[in-house]
């Protein structure tokens, strides 16, 4: 089991970028696959973005080639930089992490683009 503690969300205009932290506890987050969500208001929750152990990225088609994902092993932290964010991106990112299913979540981060 980890713990996640999600930071960096906030409001910003459309086109800006914000970078999204997750500090994960524990001794092995470098064996776990991590990922983001997110959950907008009335819609479920959805897959943005994951990182395996091993480096490989994964990414939802509607924010390829705008959010990267990377991880800091040294540090327990996986992140979510965002650029050229849009207003339908507005919404509470969970940041994830599991050995064979995301079991482990954080309490989420609002993230606010405006027009």
């Known amino acids: 089991q980890v713990q996640l503690v999600e930071s960096g969300g906030g409001l910003v205009q459309a086109g800006g970028s914000l970078r999204l932290s997750c500090a994960a506890s524990g001794r092995e987050f470098s064996r776990y696959a991590m990922a983001w969500f997110r959950q907008a208001p009335g819609k479920e929750r959805e897959f943005q973005a994951a990182i395996r152990s091993g480096g490989s990225t994964y990414y939802a088609g509607s924010v390829k080639g705008r959010f990267t994902i990377s991880r800091d092993n040294a540090k327990n932290t996986v992140y979510l930089q965002m650029n050229n964010l849009k207003p339908e991106d507005t919404a509470v990112y969970f940041c994830?992490?599991?050995?064979?299913?995301?079991?482990?979540w954080g309490q989420g981060t609002q993230v606010t683009v405006s027009s």
């Open positions: 994830a992490a599991g050995l064979q299913v995301y079991d482990n």
